[in-house]
């Protein structure tokens, strides 16, 4: 089953993505800020990263550049979410470390697509 560690600090953003994810068969890990995803990220491995850009304590930006200059977390993939949608805010996200990069509110549908084709850039099968 993957594992998805979801880094969101907007509560009715997090229970509404995380049902949807968990109805599709994804195992899902909450973070609510920056730092809290770092460590869980190291903990628990999960096979993809959906990371808040606006967070407390880290910002979303900073810890995704923590995680792709750590050993143990480099490689697993993170797809930034934000409200932000400019072209220099992609930019700014994808010059972090962001692997790809989605616009809130979250289309899921749209959203879904790039984690699949991210998971199986990892060799994890996405269940159907
Ligand atoms: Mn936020």
Redesign the pocket.
């Known amino acids: 089953m993957p594992t998805i560690l979801l880094i969101?600090?907007?509560e009715m953003n997090r229970d509404m993505l995380s049902r949807r994810l968990e109805r599709r068969g994804l195992t899902i890990l909450i973070a609510v800020d920056g730092a809290e995803g770092l460590s869980k990220a190291k903990e628990h491995q999960p096979d993809l990263i959906l990371m808040?850009l606006?967070?407390p304590v880290m910002d979303g930006w900073e810890a995704t550049r923590q995680l792709k200059n750590t050993p143990e977390t480099y490689q697993i993939p993170i797809i930034a979410l934000t409200a932000h949608a400019m072209p220099a805010d992609e930019q700014r996200a994808r010059q972090a470390g962001c692997d790809d990069f989605d616009t809130k509110p979250v289309e899921f549908t749209r959203l879904l697509e790039k984690i699949t084709v991210l998971l199986a850039s990892r060799n994890v099968v996405f269940p159907t």
């Open positions: 969101e600090d907007n808040d606006s967070l």
